[in-house]
C-alpha cells in the first residue's frame, strides 16, 4: 500500500514537473497572428494557440510540412518520440522577419532518384533568434545593413 502511493506521488510530480515545463517555454515564447503550422495539409496550430502545441507530437506519417511567420519552426523527424537519425530530421520554417512567405517543405531524400520520406514525429518550437554583435548592432542602426534573423 504504502509502495503504490509513493509510486503514484512520485507519478504526479513528474507529471506536474512536465507540465511546469511546457508552461514555461510558452510563456517565455510569444506568437503572432502571422505563426502558423501546416501538418498534412491541415492547419494544426495558429497564433498564441501554438504555445499550447510547443514540443514533441506523433503523426502517423507525413511527408508535407508549411511553417508561416518568424516566431516558430518545426523539426520533423523519420524516428517516433523526436529522436533524431542521420539526414531524416528536417527543419522547417524561418526566423527571418523582413520574409513574409512561408516556408514549404516535402520531405525528400535519395542521390540518384529523389522519394519523399515520411515523418513519424515533428517537434514545434518558439524561433530563437541569434543576438546581435554590437558592431552588427550599430551598422544595422545606422541603416548600413539589413539585419535578418536566423534559426539556431
Same mark, same amino acid.
Given at each position: $500500500?504504502?509502495?503504490?502511493?509513493?509510486?503514484?506521488?512520485?507519478?504526479?510530480?513528474?507529471g506536474?514537473a512536465?507540465?511546469?515545463?511546457t508552461?514555461?517555454l510558452?510563456?517565455?515564447?510569444?506568437?503572432?497572428?502571422?505563426?502558423k503550422?501546416?501538418?498534412d495539409?491541415?492547419?494544426?496550430?495558429e497564433s498564441?494557440?501554438?504555445?499550447?502545441?510547443?514540443g514533441?507530437?506523433e503523426?502517423?506519417?507525413?511527408s508535407?510540412?508549411?511553417v508561416c511567420?518568424?516566431?516558430?519552426?518545426?523539426?520533423a523527424?523519420? $524516428?517516433?518520440?523526436?529522436?533524431?537519425?542521420?539526414?531524416y530530421?528536417?527543419?522547417?520554417?524561418h526566423?527571418?522577419c523582413?520574409?513574409s512567405?512561408?516556408?514549404?517543405k516535402?520531405l525528400?531524400?535519395?542521390?540518384?532518384?529523389?522519394?519523399?520520406?515520411?515523418?513519424a514525429?515533428?517537434e514545434?518550437?518558439?524561433?530563437?533568434?541569434?543576438?546581435?554583435t554590437?558592431?552588427?548592432?550599430?551598422?544595422?542602426?545606422?541603416?548600413?545593413l539589413?539585419?535578418?534573423a536566423?534559426?539556431?
Open positions: $500500500m504504502a509502495r503504490t502511493l509513493a509510486a503514484l506521488l512520485a507519478a504526479a510530480l513528474l506536474g512536465s507540465g511546469l515545463l508552461g514555461r510558452a510563456a517565455n515564447a510569444t506568437f503572432t497572428v502571422n505563426d503550422v501546416y501538418v495539409g491541415s492547419l494544426f496550430a498564441v494557440a501554438i504555445g499550447d502545441n510547443l514533441c507530437t503523426h502517423k506519417g507525413t508535407s510540412f508549411k511567420g518568424c516566431g516558430v519552426k518545426v523539426v523527424h523519420l $524516428m517516433t518520440e523526436c529522436q533524431t537519425y542521420k539526414q530530421d528536417t527543419q522547417i520554417g526566423c527571418n523582413a520574409n512567405g512561408c516556408d514549404e516535402v525528400q531524400s535519395g542521390y540518384t532518384s529523389q522519394f519523399n520520406w515520411q515523418a514525429s515533428f514545434v518550437t518558439a524561433a530563437e533568434r541569434r543576438q546581435q554590437s558592431f552588427r548592432a550599430r551598422r544595422a542602426r545606422a541603416g548600413r539589413s539585419v535578418h536566423t534559426c539556431n
